[in-house]
């Protein structure tokens, strides 16, 4: 431990100040409250290191499930003009593409929870693994009104500068610093004043997904819990003892050490190769990207058999052309009719 040497008449001072000591938590952060409870050491191979024979039969196995459980439940999203909350920057002259791109997702995920019938009073609108806060910054424009009941809550583990909802001015939107093992969202006083809670996430990588999706459907929040739409990316950062649908891949005849397996083929759905045998055709590495892409989507699968179970209405949704990005699918769940079913 590093010690300080400060002056007496300076102390006082100092203490105010100093974090180089233990810090009392908040009651909503409970310690590994979303994360596994299971002891086990999952080892990892590269897939370098597993006989072609094994992994040629995870993929078969994988291709199985794709078609039998998975392919015919992926919906795409409707067709809408860039939302409004997002249309002026998005008709900025000097935008880079890059940016075009991401103002899109964003518009797309605005407009899916609206068709969902998402967007009430008195709502809390929960981003999970909120970076700067870009999809908040426009939810909280969208929907949330100056004086008005709903509200933005955005959590992240991570310090950051240059945060959007900092430009929040006159609107309810507040930012947690939290680890989202460690979130009891229940005990969140914003959530707790609140009729309703949605869940939002862009892009949340890998294992995070998992733990927010344990946060946002917990005992004590799930009832308040209206719906979920959350992009996901890097399952290959996933974890097999926090994975939330375990249980469903093993229904489905997926093996640990085949999930395993599935974390490495995963990354072929974007770098196509797989780090094995680099001057391998164009057929072979679209085979191998095809192959990642199904491997995502059943892992995708899993997560919406785990809010099926926890009482909602959960599919997967195509929320912008491959072109805009390749980590394009989201993970769409409701209580309530959408307006057209009304």
Not at 45 to 58: D, H, N, R, T, Y
Not at 134 to 148: D, T, V
Not at 287 to 316: I, M, P, S
Request: net charge positive; aromatic share 6%; glycine share 8%.
């Amino acid at each position: 431990m590093d010690f300080s040497t400060v002056y007496v008449s300076k102390l006082e001072k100092h203490l105010s100040i100093c974090n180089a000591r233990a810090t009392e938590q908040p009651p909503y952060i409970v310690p590994s409250i979303n994360a596994p409870t299971e002891t086990e050491v999952f080892l990892r191979k590269p897939l370098s290191e597993i006989p072609k024979e094994i992994v040629a039969q995870v993929i078969k196995k994988i291709d199985l499930i794709y078609e039998t459980h998975v392919k015919d439940h992926i919906t795409s999203a409707q067709e809408h003009p860039i939302h409004s909350t997002v249309l002026e920057e998005f008709s900025e002259s000097d935008r880079a593409e890059s940016s075009l791109r991401h103002l899109r997702q964003v518009s797309s995920l605005l407009w899916l929870v609206e068709d969902e019938g998402l967007v009430e009073d008195n709502t809390c609108y929960v981003e999970l693994g909120a970076g700067k806060g870009h999809l908040s910054y426009y939810a909280c424009n969208a929907w949330c009104e100056e004086g008005g009941s709903s509200a933005a809550l955005l959590v992240d583990r991570a310090s950051l500068r240059h945060k959007r909802d900092n430009k929040l001015r006159g609107r309810a939107a507040q930012r947690l610093r939290a680890d989202l093992a460690h979130l009891a969202l229940a005990r969140v006083p914003r959530v707790a004043a609140a009729n309703a809670v949605v869940g939002l996430a862009k892009h949340l990588c890998g294992v995070a997904t998992d733990y927010a999706l344990r946060c946002i459907a917990a005992d004590g929040v799930v009832d308040k819990t209206r719906g979920i739409v959350l992009a996901t990316c890097c399952h290959h950062r996933c974890e097999r003892a926090a994975f939330v649908g375990n249980r469903h891949l093993q229904e489905l005849g997926v093996s640990g050490d085949e999930f395993n397996v599935m974390l490495g083929v995963v990354s072929w759905a974007t770098c196509g190769s797989g780090g094995r045998g680099r001057g391998a055709g164009a057929g072979e590495q679209a085979a191998r990207a095809g192959a990642g892409r199904r491997a995502k989507r059943v892992l995708d699968w899993a997560r919406v058999l785990f809010l099926r179970e926890r009482g909602f209405t959960a599919t997967l949704c195509r929320f912008v052309p491959s072109a805009v990005s390749p980590e394009n699918i989201c993970i769409v769940a409701s209580k309530c009719a959408r307006p057209h079913e009304i």
